[in-house]
């Protein structure tokens, strides 16, 4: 393996370490079946095609089959994308916003941020879980109001976060000689702050595209999330735990795949490629 | 003879970069270091001398390794112990004495807890011993109310007192070898004759062995029995301070004190117009920090009513210590702290006091240098996008022209093109100061605003950039706003200097007349703490105590 890293390596002049390289594969691979999920699914996700409901693992249904008989592989297959659509579309607006946000604040100052900094504070003390209750009782469920609902939830805090690193950064002498130089706001941001916290909030990104994943199932739970016969992982596990006793395979598989996915974001994060500074030129 | 306490035997230092490349860094060096002798290690940054002081500790900084030699220190030889071993030594047999007190205390803990630190790490003796120990070090070291002195924290006492407080927590073990890393030269020039003097009589009381690495040979000369030359990882020469100063034998040692040798500054060429028009016209600025109070003035006034002038093509030297307001001067300067009253004025044009109302060509034509080339250079960004960012902004250079521009500008400051690729954080403190500069000079700017950018370099590339401002003030009759502390450096410059004392202007005259013409009691002070490059000269320093103890707070 180390052979693939290293011609990696010499190709691209970065460093890429195997945890990296293989928690990337995962990723793609959920990704490429979020796409194509429709095409490659064995059976129709909502209809009930086995006559043994928990079935085991078999030829005919490799994951078994859920609490209704429905198949398990092609639920999972097709959870994949609402799982990996919603919560990587919510993450990233969620993190867009409150970096840029707490990014403006740190670089701006004064009341600009004062004003900004206790009106997310107050939106960030309604329950998450309320507030998507509200939300989808007003405006009723689908993907884009789940994805903006997620958003609202987690933007403010991604703003705490960013802001107080942007603090640090906005001190150092390097941002006072880009001030003195006369430069404007979106160039501080861009090109003196962010890439100097853009590290622990990649961290950040990570954690809370699984906070959203397990607040996605939870809404799912409640029927304010994907609604039947769709299902997102969160809701495959949740409807399936009864089978728990039963070792079914239709609890199993689901939670293997929140993991997966979960695990391989926060392990890529942590070991992004490092460009290779020492280069013979 | 006494069995010496270092043995350094060839030794060899290598790393290894991120594409797997090799580097020497120490290619075989050898010295010893008798009983309760001082070895200083000098040579530019990059030349391997802290990478050396470091492997007695047994210690290499990330990346690198001890790949051969032997470095035995008070007969263990710690490139063949293991860790645990070596940590054992560390602070006990071996201590080490960093460049920035400052950084190396631990700011929620009271002073004393931290100076006997080592004492309860290694078990050499009870608290209550340590405690009455570091008292007497205390005392020993000249630190003022000793026995309550380390009650206090970190913040509480001053640089100077840091760097002895540092000092107390090396010697608290009785260690064989002390290693001092650069340790005074964040500090004040009179505050610095006090710290040499105590860590001089410190170690002569205890017979204690030293290696010293700085690159300030007058510090050397005040300090050192031996000295050791080094450069690129080699030992160019080593001898007797008395021989290396005066009898200098190898190039690289006599092009290090000829660098040394304070060169007399001979103004421009200038053909100035009877009555021309400053560049820079300062009057009665009031600056400081904090909210307005009742008179319009800040909080917390730094700058007390400010007034001069510099002539278009001539240096004005701004000296004074710490904490006298040199550098809020840089800064209200630039605009970055808006006085609260008091008008700056740019060739006969006022400038708006906050730089977010000045206009682009007001900004590029005052340039800003900052002191610590650390935090003046974003971490994260390469070299060449760091210079050809002002080529950009001001000049509205692209593609082929801006790299063009950025090689001339790494040549001008003498760095090879190569390193325009490379991040900050991959240079030497030197280099990166360099950087700094050429950013500046990016900007084609009229008058650049030096903050003390000599201060953190060696001898010879501080008298080579010294040399490179004069040849780029002739060309482009550029004027130069020197801060600094280092009253050499700005006799190399400046035709005038001000000097200044909490906020205030104390005195300006002619750099010329600096040495013997000063009339302030303050800038008599500042100037007869100047370390000279004479073994004797910290020995038979004479100064009025009375008014150094008005004037230094120590």
Same mark, same amino acid.
């Given at each position: 393996?180390?052979?693939?890293?290293?011609?990696?390596?010499?190709?691209?002049?970065?460093?890429?370490?195997?945890?990296?390289?293989?928690?990337?594969?995962?990723?793609?691979?959920?990704?490429?079946?979020?796409?194509?999920?429709?095409?490659?699914?064995?059976?129709?996700?909502?209809?009930?095609?086995?006559?043994?409901?928990?079935?085991?693992?078999?030829?005919?249904?490799?994951?078994?089959?859920?609490?209704?008989?429905?198949?398990?592989?092609?639920?999972?297959?097709?959870?994949?994308?609402?799982?990996?659509?919603?919560?990587?579309?919510?993450?990233?607006?969620?993190?867009?916003?409150?970096?840029?946000?707490?990014?403006?604040?740190?670089?701006?100052?004064?009341?600009?941020?004062?004003?900004?900094?206790?009106?997310?504070?107050?939106?960030?003390?309604?329950?998450?879980?309320?507030?998507?209750?509200?939300?989808?009782?007003?405006?009723?469920?689908?993907?884009?109001?789940?994805?903006?609902?997620?958003?609202?939830?987690?933007?403010?805090?991604?703003?705490?976060?960013?802001?107080?690193?942007?603090?640090?950064?906005?001190?150092?002498?390097?941002?006072?000689?880009?001030?003195?130089?006369?430069?404007?706001?979106?160039?501080?941001?861009?090109?003196?702050?962010?890439?100097?916290?853009?590290?622990?909030?990649?961290?950040?990104?990570?954690?809370?595209?699984?906070?959203?994943?397990?607040?996605?199932?939870?809404?799912?739970?409640?029927?304010?999330?994907?609604?039947?016969?769709?299902?997102?992982?969160?809701?495959?596990?949740?409807?399936?735990?009864?089978?728990?006793?039963?070792?079914?395979?239709?609890?199993?598989?689901?939670?293997?795949?929140?993991?997966?996915?979960?695990?391989?974001?926060?392990?890529?994060?942590?070991?992004?490629?490092?460009?290779?500074?020492?280069?013979?030129? | 003879?006494?069995?010496?306490?270092?043995?350094?035997?060839?030794?060899?230092?290598?790393?290894?970069?991120?594409?797997?490349?090799?580097?020497?860094?120490?290619?075989?060096?050898?010295?010893?270091?008798?009983?309760?002798?001082?070895?200083?290690?000098?040579? %530019?940054?990059?030349?391997?001398?802290?990478?050396?002081?470091?492997?007695?500790?047994?210690?290499?900084?990330?990346?690198?390794?001890?790949?051969?030699?032997?470095?035995?220190?008070?007969?263990?030889?710690?490139?063949?112990?293991?860790?645990?071993?070596?940590?054992?030594?560390?602070?006990?047999?071996?201590?080490?004495?960093?460049?920035?007190?400052?950084?190396?205390?631990?700011?929620?803990?009271?002073?004393?807890?931290?100076?006997?630190?080592?004492?309860?790490?290694?078990?050499?003796?009870?608290?209550?011993?340590?405690?009455?120990?570091?008292?007497?070090?205390?005392?020993?070291?000249?630190?003022?109310?000793? %026995?309550?002195?380390?009650?206090?924290?970190?913040?509480?006492?001053?640089?100077?007192?840091?760097?002895?407080?540092?000092?107390?927590?090396?010697?608290?073990?009785?260690?064989?070898?002390?290693?001092?890393?650069?340790?005074?030269?964040?500090?004040?020039?009179?505050?610095?004759?006090?710290?040499?003097?105590?860590?001089?009589?410190?170690?002569?009381?205890?017979?204690?062995?030293?290696?010293?690495?700085?690159?300030?040979?007058?510090?050397?000369?005040?300090?050192?029995?031996?000295?050791?030359?080094?450069?690129?990882? %080699?030992?160019?020469?080593?001898?007797?301070?008395?021989?290396?100063?005066?009898?200098?034998?190898?190039?690289?040692?006599?092009?290090?004190?000829?660098?040394?040798?304070?060169?007399?500054?001979?103004?421009?060429?200038?053909?100035?117009?009877?009555?021309?028009?400053?560049?820079?016209?300062?009057?009665?600025?009031?600056?400081?920090?904090?909210?307005?109070?009742?008179?319009?003035?800040?909080?917390?006034?730094?700058?007390?009513?400010?007034?001069?002038?510099?002539?278009?093509?001539?240096?004005?030297?701004?000296?004074?210590?710490?904490?006298?307001?040199?550098?809020?001067?840089?800064?209200?300067?630039?605009?970055?702290?808006?006085?609260?009253?008091?008008?700056?004025?740019?060739?006969?044009?006022?400038?708006?006091?906050?730089?977010?109302?000045?206009?682009?060509?007001?900004?590029?034509?005052?340039?800003?240098?900052?002191?610590?080339?650390?935090?003046?250079?974003?971490?994260?960004?390469?070299?060449?996008?760091?210079?050809?960012?002002?080529?950009?902004?001001?000049?509205?250079?692209?593609?082929?022209?801006?790299?063009?521009?950025?090689?001339?500008?790494?040549?001008?400051?003498?760095?090879?093109?190569?390193?325009?690729?490379?991040?900050?954080?991959?240079?030497?403190?030197?280099?990166?100061?360099?950087?700094?500069?050429?950013?500046?000079?990016?900007?084609?700017?009229?008058?650049?605003?030096?903050?003390?950018?000599?201060?953190?370099?060696?001898?010879?590339?501080?008298?080579?950039?010294?040399?490179?401002?004069?040849?780029?003030?002739?060309?482009?009759?550029?004027?130069?706003?020197?801060?600094?502390?280092?009253?050499?450096?700005?006799?190399?410059?400046?035709?005038?200097?001000?000097?200044?004392?909490?906020?205030?202007?104390?005195?300006?005259?002619?750099?010329?007349?600096?040495?013997?013409?000063?009339?302030?009691?303050?800038?008599?002070?500042?100037?007869?703490?100047?370390?000279?490059?004479?073994?004797?000269?910290?020995?038979?320093?004479?100064?009025?105590?009375?008014?150094?103890?008005?004037?230094?707070?120590?």
């Amino acid at each position: 393996m180390t052979a693939v890293t290293n011609f990696i390596a010499r190709k691209s002049g970065y460093n890429i370490n195997l945890v990296g390289l293989c928690s990337a594969t995962v990723i793609l691979f959920w990704a490429i079946v979020a796409l194509i999920a429709p095409m490659i699914t064995p059976y129709p996700v909502g209809e009930i095609v086995d006559w043994d409901y928990f079935g085991p693992s078999s030829s005919a249904f490799w994951l078994g089959s859920d609490y209704l008989g429905r198949d398990v592989l092609s639920r999972i297959l097709m959870g994949a994308r609402f799982t990996v659509g919603i919560s990587l579309g919510a993450v990233t607006l969620a993190c867009f916003i409150g970096v840029t946000l707490g990014m403006l604040a740190a670089v701006i100052g004064g009341l600009f941020d004062q004003v900004l900094s206790r009106f997310l504070d107050a939106f960030n003390s309604i329950p998450s879980k309320l507030f998507g209750l509200v939300v989808v009782a007003a405006v009723g469920s689908s993907v884009p109001v789940l994805i903006l609902t997620l958003t609202a939830i987690y933007a403010p805090g991604s703003y705490r976060f960013a802001r107080a690193l942007a603090v640090n950064i906005n001190t150092m002498d390097f941002v006072t000689v880009a001030r003195a130089r006369g430069e404007g706001t979106l160039y501080l941001i861009k090109e003196e702050i962010l890439p100097n916290i853009i590290g622990p909030v990649l961290a950040d990104f990570g954690l809370r595209f699984v906070f959203i994943v397990l607040l996605l199932s939870g809404l799912s739970f409640l029927g304010l999330g994907v609604l039947p016969p769709n299902a997102d992982w969160g809701a495959l596990v949740k409807e399936n735990i009864s089978g728990l006793p039963f070792a079914a395979p239709a609890v199993i598989y689901p939670s293997f795949a929140i993991a997966s996915l979960t695990i391989s974001v926060n392990m890529m994060i942590d070991n992004l490629p490092k460009k290779i500074r020492d280069r013979e030129d | 003879m006494t069995q010496p306490i270092v043995q350094l035997k060839d030794l060899r230092v290598n790393a290894t970069t991120d594409s797997g490349r090799q580097v020497e860094i120490i290619k075989g060096i050898s010295f010893d270091v008798g009983p309760g002798e001082m070895l200083a290690l000098i040579g %530019e940054s990059g030349s391997g001398k802290t990478t050396v002081a470091l492997s007695l500790l047994g210690y290499t900084r990330t990346g690198c390794r001890i790949d051969g030699g032997e470095i035995k220190v008070a007969g263990h030889d710690m490139a063949q112990l293991s860790e645990a071993q070596r940590a054992s030594h560390r602070g006990a047999t071996v201590s080490y004495i960093p460049q920035s007190a400052a950084a190396a205390f631990n700011p929620a803990k009271p002073l004393i807890d931290q100076v006997i630190e080592a004492a309860h790490i290694h078990d050499v003796m009870p608290a209550e011993v340590a405690r009455e120990k570091a008292i007497e070090l205390f005392r020993a070291l000249a630190l003022p109310d000793p %026995e309550t002195i380390g009650e206090r924290y970190p913040h509480q006492v001053s640089g100077g007192q840091l760097q002895r407080l540092s000092a107390a927590m090396a010697l608290i073990t009785d260690p064989r070898l002390v290693i001092f890393d650069e340790p005074t030269t964040a500090l004040d020039v009179t505050t610095q004759i006090e710290v040499l003097r105590a860590f001089k009589s410190v170690m002569k009381q205890g017979g204690i062995s030293g290696v010293y690495v700085t690159h300030d040979l007058a510090v050397v000369a005040q300090i050192a029995d031996r000295i050791a030359v080094l450069k690129a990882g %080699e030992v160019q020469e080593i001898g007797t301070t008395e021989q290396i100063l005066h009898a200098p034998e190898h190039p690289y040692t006599k092009e290090l004190m000829s660098a040394f040798e304070p060169k007399a500054f001979v103004g421009a060429a200038t053909d100035l117009a009877p009555n021309p028009t400053p560049v820079l016209d300062v009057k009665r600025v009031f600056a400081g920090y904090g909210p307005k109070g009742a008179n319009n003035m800040p909080a917390a006034l730094i700058l007390k009513d400010i007034s001069f002038d510099l002539m278009p093509g001539k240096n004005l030297g701004v000296i004074g210590e710490s904490g006298s307001g040199k550098s809020t001067l840089a800064r209200a300067v630039a605009g970055l702290l808006p006085p609260a009253t008091g008008q700056i004025a740019f060739k006969g044009a006022e400038l708006h006091p906050d730089l977010q109302d000045r206009t682009k060509d007001q900004l590029r034509r005052i340039q800003i240098v900052f002191q610590l080339a650390d935090t003046a250079l974003n971490p994260n960004k390469p070299i060449g996008k760091i210079l050809g960012r002002p080529l950009g902004f001001y000049h509205g250079l692209k593609g082929q022209a801006r790299e063009a521009r950025v090689d001339e500008l790494l040549d001008m400051v003498r760095l090879p093109k190569s390193i325009r690729h490379r991040l900050p954080s991959e240079l030497s403190g030197g280099q990166k100061q360099r950087i700094n500069l050429a950013r500046a000079l990016a900007a084609d700017p009229e008058l650049i605003l030096c903050d003390e950018i000599t201060s953190a370099l060696d001898t010879v590339v501080a008298a080579a950039i010294l040399d490179l401002l004069k040849e780029l003030q002739r060309e482009l009759s550029l004027s130069y706003m020197f801060i600094s502390h280092d009253l050499s450096t700005v006799e190399a410059i400046c035709d005038d200097v001000l000097v200044m004392y909490k906020g205030e202007i104390v005195e300006r005259m002619p750099t010329a007349q600096m040495r013997d013409g000063a009339q302030h009691a303050y800038s008599r002070l500042l100037v007869s703490s100047v370390p000279k490059l004479d073994t004797h000269w910290l020995d038979d320093l004479q100064q009025d105590p009375e008014i150094t103890a008005q004037f230094s707070r120590r």
